[in-house]
């Protein structure tokens, strides 16, 4: 072997062994829960491995956001292929957006919003679903932002575009399908499904735009994901011992499935995140199509107690 090749050689050993050492930068950590406050994030806020995720309609972030935030919203991540609106999108979908949008797979990302994590616990929950587990959401979203005087910015973040990869994963984490729903509600096993609409739209009185009746599931049982929120406040999520109250009283079996279901997965989006994150469920999922699926089928029960008012 010649000089010049081994030359060559210890170029080539240099390089991956470079490339690897930084694809195994430590990863940020906030902890044991994927809920942070305003005083964690800016710890950590000048770190290249963070991006801000700003999930509100592109009028709210043009009017003022978090410094260096990335506006993302539902619509970004929906896949558009089915009948019904709300469906999750494809995990090439989300690769191509993140690429796009210059996120990086090891990247931490911080999500807020406008609605008490609500609509931002649907990015928390696709991501999860995926397997990247990188992703935490604000505690109070925008408003705690403002609360703690910190300034908002109209400045659009320039970040180069990535290959952007979502783990290797089987299956989809805190996800249930409708036919599998089906089957778990013939099976033996016990399954405890909650309703995290309005009591309006879990009696079948009021029917929200892109579903086809008013109703619920049949033997779902009502929670108003609100309830777990400082809505009208702070947006703040409640106290650990008040949600364990609060969820307390539904006297959920140890061992039981529990699947959550809203209009079309939003809501319950984020009361999957209260069970699993907050209170330390294991066996909690969360029916994507939700009531704007299921409603679409006239083969699939369902249960309503009112004459329907269809919402425009």
């Known amino acids: 072997m010649t000089w010049k090749n081994s030359a060559y050689l210890l170029l080539l050993f240099c390089f991956f062994s470079c490339k690897n050492e930084k694809d195994k930068t430590p990863l940020i950590s906030f902890g044991e829960s994927d809920l942070i406050t305003v005083a964690q994030l800016l710890e950590h806020k000048a770190s290249p491995q963070l991006k801000i995720i700003d999930f509100r309609k592109k009028t709210n972030y043009l009017e003022g956001h978090i410094p260096n935030a990335i506006q993302i919203w539902r619509s970004d991540i929906e896949d558009t292929s089915f009948p019904y609106k709300g469906m999750m999108a494809s ?16 990247d931490t990302l911080v999500i807020y919003d406008d609605m008490a994590s609500c609509d931002a616990a649907r990015l928390w929950w696709v991501l999860k679903c995926y397997g990247f587990d990188q992703v935490t959401l604000l505690d109070g979203g925008i408003k705690a932002w403002l609360a ?60 929200k735009p892109g579903a086809t009746k ?81 409603s679409h089928f006239d083969e699939m029960p369902f249960e309503k107690d009112s004459i329907t008012v269809i919402l425009h």
């Open 214 to 294: 008013g109703g619920r599931i049949p033997n779902s049982e009502l929670f108003d994901w609100s309830q777990a929120v400082d809505l009208n406040g702070s947006q703040k999520f409640k106290s650990i011992p008040e949600l364990k109250t609060l969820y307390g009283k539904l006297n959920i079996q140890e061992d039981a499935n529990i699947i959550t279901y809203c209009h079309s997965g939003v809501r319950s989006a984020h009361t999957t995140f209260v069970l699993t994150e907050l209170l330390g469920y294991e066996n909690v999922r969360n029916y994507d199509g939700s009531w704007s699926e299921w």
């Open 148 to 207: 703690a005087n910190e300034p908002l910015s109209k400045t659009h973040p320039n970040y180069e575009k990535t290959a952007f990869k979502l783990p290797l994963t089987r299956g989809l984490k805190y996800h249930i399908d409708r036919q599998n729903l089906s089957n778990l509600l013939k099976d033996s096993l016990p399954v405890f499904v909650l309703d995290t609409r309005t009591s309006d739209e879990y009696s079948g009185k009021r029917q």
């Open 91 to 106: 995990r090439t979908q989300i690769e191509q957006l993140f690429s796009k949008l210059g996120i990086k797979s090891r």
